[in-house]
C-alpha cells in the first residue's frame, strides 16, 4: 500500500513530475504502510476473513480486517510482490502500490516492513460495504510515525480490500481521530451533487495555480496551493527550458465510497483522473523525450526514454477533505499523486 504526495510525502515512496530532456524532479513523496498483528499473536488470513454476522459488524470487525491486510499487504510490499498485493488491495490504493514496487526495484531497495497502532473506525450500521480506519504508522527504521485514513471496501467475495490510503498533515491528526466510533456513510449521498462538482472542479483547478472563481470554496492549503501547485509551476519552468510545454486536463472525478459526518464538516476522499499532455513548445524541437531517469517513467515501469510530437501521461491524485456544511472553506487534510500510463503520440 502506498500514496504518493504531489510534491511531498504521502505513505510510501518518492516520486516526481517527469519531464522531457533534461529530466528534473515535480515532487517528492515517501511512502508508508500498516501492520499489526492479529489477537493473541496469531497470524490471520486476509483472503479468508472470519464469518461476519452483519449485525455485529463494527469496530472489533473493523479492527481484525486492517489486522489480516496489515499482515499481508506489508509483506507483499516488503518483497515486492505485485500479485500478492493485488489481493490486498483495489484502485486508486494499488496503483500507488505497483508504483512504489517499481521505484524500489528501480533504486535497488526494499521497502520498510510497516505497522498500524492506535486505530480508529467509522463502520456504517447494519451490514456495511466499506469502512473508514485512521491510525499512526509505524516504520521499520524510520522514526517519522506520520497518520493516515484509509478506506476498506469489500468485494463480491466478501474479501476486504484497502481503495484509498492518504497520509494527513499534522494539524490535521485531531480531526482525523475525531472519527471514532462515529458511524460512516454513503460518500456519494454526504454531499450534493452540485457540492461535489464544485469541489472537484475547484481542487482541481488549485493544483494546478488556478482557480474556477470560487476560491472561498477551498481554504487557503500550504499543501495544496504551496507545494502541489507550485510544485506544478516548476515542472512547467522546466519543460519550457527544455522547449517543451504541459497541459494537464481533468478526465473525471470520484467520491470515496464511505464518508463520515464529524463534528467541523464531512471527511471523505476525492479522486481525481487527469491526463498530462507534453507538446514541443513553439520554436523549440521537433520531438519531447521522456529519459529513463523520469520519475513517471520509473513509477509506470518504462526503463527506455520515450519520444514523440507528444507525450500523455494518465495520473490519479486522490485528497481527503473535511467539507464544512456549507461546502465553502473546504479543508484539504492530505493528497497523494501518482503516474499511471506514459504514452508517445
Known amino acids: 500500500m502506498e ?89 486508486p490504493s494499488l496503483d500507488l502500490s505497483i508504483a512504489a514496487v517499481r521505484r524500489a526495484a528501480y533504486n535497488q531497495r526494499t521497502q520498510p516492513s510497516f505497522q498500524h497502532i492506535n486505530p480508529a473506525f467509522a463502520v456504517p450500521p447494519g451490514d456495511p460495504t466499506c469502512f473508514l480506519a485512521t491510525a499512526t504508522l509505524r516504520l521499520t527504521g524510520s522514526e517519522l510515525a506520520p497518520t493516515d485514513v484509509s478506506q476498506f471496501v469489500r468485494g463480491a467475495d466478501g474479501q476486504w480490500k484497502l481503495s484509498h490510503n492518504v497520509q494527513v498533515t499534522q494539524p490535521s491528526l485531531v480531526v482525523a481521530r475525531s472519527i471514532d466510533g462515529r458511524p460512516a456513510t454513503a460518500g456519494g449521498a454526504a454531499l450534493d451533487e452540485t457540492s461535489r462538482r464544485a469541489l472537484a472542479a475547484e481542487v482541481f483547478a488549485r493544483s494546478i495555480g488556478s482557480t474556477t472563481g470560487n476560491r472561498s470554496l477551498i481554504a487557503s492549503s500550504p499543501l495544496l496551493d504551496g507545494q502541489f501547485a507550485g510544485g506544478w509551476e516548476v515542472y512547467g519552468q522546466q519543460l519550457a527550458g527544455a522547449g517543451a510545454a504541459v497541459r494537464r486536463t481533468m478526465d473525471r472525478a470520484e467520491w470515496s465510497d464511505c464518508a463520515v459526518a464529524v463534528p467541523t464538516g464531512t471527511l471523505t476522499f476525492l479522486t481525481i483522473h487527469a491526463t498530462d499532455t507534453l507538446r514541443p513548445a513553439p520554436g523549440g524541437p521537433a520531438t519531447v523525450t521522456m529519459t529513463p531517469q523520469s520519475p513517471d517513467l520509473i513509477a509506470t515501469g518504462h526503463r527506455t526514454a520515450i519520444s514523440g510530437k507528444s507525450v500523455r501521461v494518465t495520473r490519479v491524485e486522490t485528497f481527503v477533505l473535511l467539507v464544512p456544511a456549507q461546502a465553502a472553506g473546504t479543508s484539504v487534510l492530505g493528497l497523494n499523486d501518482t503516474a499511471l500510463t506514459v504514452t508517445a503520440g
Open 3 to 91: 500514496d504518493e504526495m504531489l510534491g511531498r510525502r504521502s505513505v510510501r515512496s518518492p516520486r516526481t513530475l517527469t519531464a522531457p530532456v533534461p529530466v528534473l524532479p515535480f515532487a517528492a513523496a515517501t511512502v508508508a504502510l500498516l501492520v499489526l498483528t492479529a489477537c493473541g499473536g496469531e497470524p490471520v488470513d486476509a483472503a479468508t476473513p472470519a464469518p461476519q454476522d452483519p449485525a455485529t459488524f463494527g469496530r472489533d470487525r473493523a479492527a481484525l480486517v486492517l489486522t489480516a491486510f496489515d499482515q499481508a499487504d506489508s509483506a507483499a510490499s516488503v518483497a515486492g510482490d505485485v500479485e500478492a498485493l493485488r489481493t490486498q488491495e483495489v484502485p
